[in-house]
């Protein structure tokens, strides 16, 4: 018996999330229904669209499992019926999945209070904001707490809805369904790799010491060595620096470091072991082992993903300065 899956249809929701659970969902093995959440069954979408459902709230009482697409992050409020809703649904045993900022709508319905739950990183901090029970996971591409799961933003909808399928039918099957949409199946790392590197602060301070380090990444800096440019004692120095950066000198060298090393993956051709080398971090093994404890993947895999139309082979985009 085929599966019934209910996606429901948010005001000014996000046609991409809007569209990945209707295209997975799609196959053999699943019967999809799309419901809408306003009296009327129609609803607006973005660029002037609207869409229409001949389903009603009504249709999330015989789901097996209900997707919930990104939600409008400008002041939507999700009508008490779609809430009260979804939480008779999960009472009675449905599994309830939301996508990007879907989560928003699950957190209203209490859904994942005490649990932890992805959203995009860019709405991380608002999620906690609004709803400091959930434990936001601001890394995983998605989390499966069993009968609710929740995923990061866009893309992040195609990996959950993929892992749903895997958990159903198999990993072949999903397989086939990530062919036939052109994705891979299964993505390395977490969405950590996907935030941009930090800039340097602009501690007014500290700020020439701060230019000088950056210009030296390649060299092996201590923090004495940063102090006596600022002209303090060590104590004194970590003491104003943790003041005007916000963080702590090492933390901020090995942040600076590992920017570097990722604008060099995304620029250059060099080898691992160098941009381990020009970024202070030392050899290839140390390299990797930052970058699965910062970005939950490889140096390799970040390059694949990220390698753009920079600066020539080999070439390295700073003046390295002894």
Same mark, same amino acid.
């Given at each position: ?66 997707? +919930? %697409? /990104? ?5 939507? *409020?999700?009508? !008490?019926?779609? #809430? $009260? ?109 996907? +935030? %941009? /590197? ?5 501690? *007014?301070?500290? !700020?020439?010491? #701060? $230019? ?111």
């Amino acid at each position: 018996m085929a599966l019934r899956v209910v996606v429901t249809l948010l005001e000014e929701t996000s046609l991409f999330e809007l569209a990945v659970p209707c295209a997975v969902f799609s196959g053999a093995g699943y019967e999809l229904t799309l419901c809408a959440t306003a009296p009327g069954g129609e609803q607006r979408a973005p660029g002037g669209l609207r869409l229409a459902a001949e389903h009603g709230l009504d249709a999330l009482s015989e789901a097996d499992l209900i997707v +919930v %697409p /990104a939600a409008m992050m400008n002041g939507y *409020e999700p009508p !008490a019926a779609l #809430l $009260d809703a979804l939480r008779a649904a999960h009472a009675r045993g449905a599994r309830i999945a939301s996508l990007c900022s879907g989560a928003f709508v699950l957190a209203a319905a209490g859904l994942l209070d005490g649990r932890p739950a992805a959203t995009h990183w860019m709405y991380a901090e608002e999620l906690r904001r609004r709803h400091p029970r959930v434990r936001v996971d601001d890394r995983s591409l998605y989390v499966d707490d069993g009968s609710i799961l929740t995923s990061a933003g866009t893309a992040a909808a195609i990996d959950l809805c993929l892992h749903i399928v895997r958990g159903d039918y198999g990993s072949a099957a999903a397989a086939e369904i990530g062919r036939r949409m052109v994705v891979a199946p299964h993505r390395e790392g977490d969405q950590s790799q996907y +935030v %941009p /590197a930090p800039a340097a602060p602009r501690a *007014e301070g500290l !700020a020439p010491v #701060l $230019d000088w380090a950056v210009r030296r990444l390649h060299r092996p800096l201590t923090i004495g060595e940063l102090a006596y440019r600022a002209g303090m004692s060590t104590r004194t120095f970590g003491r104003h620096f943790a003041q005007e950066v916000g963080v702590t000198p090492l933390k901020w060298l090995n942040q600076q470091r590992l920017a570097r090393a990722r604008e060099l993956l995304e620029t250059t051709d060099l080898p691992v072991d160098t941009v381990a080398e020009r970024s202070g971090l030392g050899s290839g093994d140390s390299l990797r082992q930052h970058f699965h404890a910062a970005l939950g993947t490889t140096p390799a895999a970040y390059r694949r993903t990220f390698r753009g139309t920079g600066p020539a082979s080999g070439s390295a985009p700073y003046s390295a300065q002894a």
